[in-house]
């Protein structure tokens, strides 16, 4: 026995002597870093390429299809009982290539439902939701109290398939076609439901509000509506969580909204009917509102109640006309004052721009117009013309959100939420999956607008060095992680990480390069869906360069750069600069080499460029594409005496702890 016991530890010594010298040499014939070249393709991609509807120039294909939906809504507020009660008809446009055997809906009003899944958000108060009692498609009611259908693996429906509904208490609900609706073809939903508008100190969240008492209503996500169906992954299922936004299908909405006379109402579109709604008073003031940016009162502070703020009635219905848009919101108060100018759009003219608010806030909308303007025909300039006839401000409990030619913001968010009509609201991007593409994209472009408005250049350097300082935290997810499961860093993946991300863009090819291929990439997109690999095949095409290396590491990955001066040596008129970049994210090599006074002047390279008493070289990311983790950087300027050298002088990649960035003599 004991002979055993020593034969089998020495065995097992064996084994871990084995192991250990297996493991322990680093090998040398494989690189120190082992760059990804390109992005990872999903299946939903690689099939949208097959299938011709995208492809790697980043544009729309020759096969690309959307599917659209057109809205005509009857609602009615009851102020008493805080509730809308709603008929609705949609006719929805399958211009897929394939016939669809079931709708998908959003109810997402049941949110506010006790029995639903939710993210950080907390609805002010607690609701029966969104209470459907009646729906038919093309004429044959659909039964809405059957059980869902089963989807396991194996698991067919018994019998041909009936036109049922499930779901009807979540924020996402199926329905089950008996005839499936062709490619091509058209199906018409007919919809009768009723919700109340949450209301009460409670909420937590935007659009987790919608009300103030009885006195300000604000409704948001408010209709059922049919869901997103697209070329990449067919129905999108994806819960409303609270804090991850749209995903909607562009069409025609014509709303009318039934409220009490004398309570003004603003909402998406065009009021069609000033001649029943207004007064004589407030329709001669709104002619005069595109003639000048003068702030135009519209419905006075005096102004209250049939007669005197909305034309005489007990109740009125206020219709709303828009095109071409993928949502609807409107807000509704009884003291509002309601005030109108204009913005100039280039390539376009003047469109009016509106704004309601109560009386004790008018501190919060004293600058609001005037910002809202910059911002309109800023962005204007900056991307493409705004498409929309007409933009409103909206006061109410939710103070930053937007929505189609509706921001409900004051002054704080003006410049932001006007931002939104350009993303999502012109380029309808999936925020539930990859809000960085919205809301991202709205918080740089941000930085533009308010360094015009103050007479400054934007500043981007140091915004992508920043970055190595969040790297690596096991709270952050990545930027392809779907948003609507952002968790604690939900606020950095979507709105600050992409500026980071754009500094360093604007790093490498330089900062208006960045903006002129946005430029294009809007105009290519507008009223479409693109997907990040569309955003990003479509900046190397615009940008003329493979930075496949770059969208991998700043979207699926939480890598850093951490570049470092390891050593510099000179020898005659050569400095050699050994740089070390510790990082799995690779950069180019930028130095910054200022001068003495002593020598000749500095005699010029191929890769450098001369600021004054200083040079900045330059090698590119391929450098390090063989794998290794350090790079000679070759300097010969004569006998001009190199008093200090910058790594990465304008701190554009991401970097733990610049300050190793710096060697001086």
Partial sequence: MNRRVLTLSAALVCVLQVGVSAQSPRRTDRPERAIRFDMPMTNSIQRAHAAGTRDATGRPGPNYWQLTADYTIDARLDTDTQTITGSETIEMHNASDQELTEIVLRLDHNIFRATVPRGSSVPAETTDGMIVTRLSIDGQLVDLDAPPPPRGRGQAPAGPPRLAASGMDQTVAVVTLATPIAAGASATLEIDWHTKLPGGPGGRGHRMTQRWDDTLFQPTQWFPRVAKFDDLRGWNRGVYLGPAEFYNNFGRFDVRLDVPGGWIVSGTGVLQNPDEVLTPTARERLARVLDSDEVVTIVGEDEVGPGRSTAPGERLVWHFVADMVNDFAWATAERFIWQASRATIPEKGPVPIHMVYLPERADRFENAIALTRHALEFYSALWVPYPFPQLTLQDGPSAGMEYPM???????????????????????????????????????????????????????????????????????????????????????QTYRKTPLMLSMLGGIVGDAEVTRAMREYTRAWSFKHPSPWDYAFFMNDALGQDLGWFWYYWLWTTESVDGSIQDVATTGSETVVSVLQEGQMPSPVVLEVRFSDEGDSPRSMPNAVMRGDAAVVTWPVDVWFGGSRTFEARLDFGSRVIEEIVLDPSRRFPDRDPSDNVWQR
């Fill in 406 to 492: 509706v921001i409900n913001s004051n002054q704080g968010a003006a410049d932001h939420e006007t931002g939104h009509q350009w993303w999502p609201m012109m380029v309808g991007t999936n925020e539930r999956r990859y809000g960085w593409m919205d809301e991202g994209f709205n918080s740089y472009m941000n930085m533009f607008s308010r360094a015009h408005r103050d007479g400054e250049e934007p500043v981007l350097d140091g915004l992508g060095q920043s970055y190595g300082g969040i790297s690596g935290d096991e709270d952050e997810p990545p930027s392809m992680w779907a948003a609507n499961y952002g968790g604690a860093m939900y606020g950095f």
